[in-house]
C-alpha cells in the first residue's frame, strides 16, 4: 500500500510567485522525510529534508514544514523559476527499519514566464 | 555528494533474457541500493548491497530474478533475469546512509 502520497500530479505556477508542493503520509513512525526534484531523462536529486523533531527546515529559496499531527508535509518554492520546473518526489523513512525510503508518485511542477 | 554513473542508459530488450545495468560511484561508499521506478508509480526499492555480503532484498524481490553483485566499495551490477514486459522500468542505483540518498541517471528498460 501506498503509505507516502502526493495527490496533485501536476501544478503550475507563474515565475516570481509561490510554489506548495504537498505530501501526506500514513505510516507513523516515519521520523525522516525527505525531497527530490527530477528532470527527464536524469536521476532524482535531492533537495532538502527534515527530521520528525522539527516542524521547519529552510535552504534557500526552498523550505519543508512538517506537521505530524496531520501526517502531512509540504514543500515551499519562493520565488518560483523556469528552472524549478521538474518532478518532485517526497520520501520518509523508518531509522529502525533500514534505509529503504518510501516515495510519493511525484508532482509534476511546471513554472511559467 | 557522490558522482553515481549507470550503463547502459537505456535498452530494448526480448522477453526471456537477461540485462546487467552496472552502477560506477566516484569515492568509495559502504551502502548501495537499487530502486525501480515503473511506469506512473513511485521509486521502490529492490534492494541493498553491501560491499563483502549478500544483498538484502525488499519484499517482494528475490535474488532469483534480480542478483546484485557489489565486488568492490565504489562499483555494483543488478541483474534483470528472464525479463517480461512487466519489468519494463526505470532502474536507479543510489548511495547514502542513515539520511540522505543520492541517485545515478538510471537506466531506462523496455522488455518487447
Given at each position: 500500500?501506498?503509505?507516502?502520497?502526493q495527490n496533485s500530479p501536476s501544478l503550475s505556477v507563474q515565475e516570481g510567485r509561490i510554489s506548495i508542493l504537498n505530501c501526506d503520509y500514513t505510516?507513523?513512525?516515519?521520523?525522516?522525510?525527505?525531497?527530490?526534484?527530477?528532470?527527464?531523462?536524469?536521476?532524482?536529486?535531492?533537495?532538502?529534508?527534515?527530521?520528525?523533531?522539527?516542524?521547519k527546515n529552510e535552504d534557500g529559496r526552498f523550505t519543508v514544514f512538517l506537521n505530524k499531527s496531520a501526517k502531512h508535509l509540504s514543500l515551499h518554492i519562493v520565488p518560483s523559476?523556469?528552472?524549478?520546473?521538474?518532478?518532485?518526489f517526497c520520501a520518509a523513512r523508518?531509522?529502525?527499519s533500514g534505509y529503504a525510503l518510501n516515495f510519493g508518485k511525484g508532482t509534476s511542477l511546471l513554472v511559467t514566464p | 555528494s557522490a558522482v553515481i554513473s549507470q550503463k547502459p542508459s537505456?535498452?530494448?530488450?526480448?522477453?526471456?533474457?537477461?540485462?546487467t545495468i552496472q552502477c560506477q560511484v566516484d569515492s568509495q561508499v559502504t551502502m548501495m541500493f537499487w530502486y525501480r521506478q515503473q511506469p506512473g508509480q513511485s521509486l521502490t526499492l529492490i534492494a541493498t548491497a553491501n560491499q563483502g555480503s549478500e544483498a538484502t532484498y525488499e519484499s517482494g524481490?528475490?535474488?532469483?530474478?534480480?542478483?546484485?553483485?557489489r565486488p568492490n566499495l565504489t562499483f555494483s551490477t543488478l541483474t534483470v533475469s528472464n525479463m517480461s514486459p512487466e519489468?519494463?522500468?526505470?532502474?536507479?542505483?543510489?548511495?547514502?546512509?542513515?539520511?540522505?540518498?543520492?541517485?545515478?541517471?538510471?537506466?531506462?528498460?523496455?522488455v518487447t
Open positions: 500500500d501506498q503509505q507516502v502520497k505510516n507513523s513512525m516515519f521520523d525522516y522525510f525527505l525531497w527530490y526534484k527530477k528532470y527527464p531523462a536524469e536521476g532524482p536529486t535531492f533537495l532538502i529534508s527534515i527530521s520528525s523533531i522539527k516542524d523559476q523556469p528552472g524549478d520546473s521538474a518532478v518532485y523508518v531509522a529502525q | 537505456r535498452d530494448i530488450c526480448q522477453r526471456g533474457t537477461s540485462l524481490f528475490v535474488i532469483d530474478k534480480f542478483p546484485i553483485s519489468d519494463s522500468s526505470i532502474y536507479l542505483c543510489s548511495v547514502g546512509g542513515n539520511y540522505e540518498q543520492y541517485f545515478g541517471p538510471g537506466t531506462r528498460l523496455t
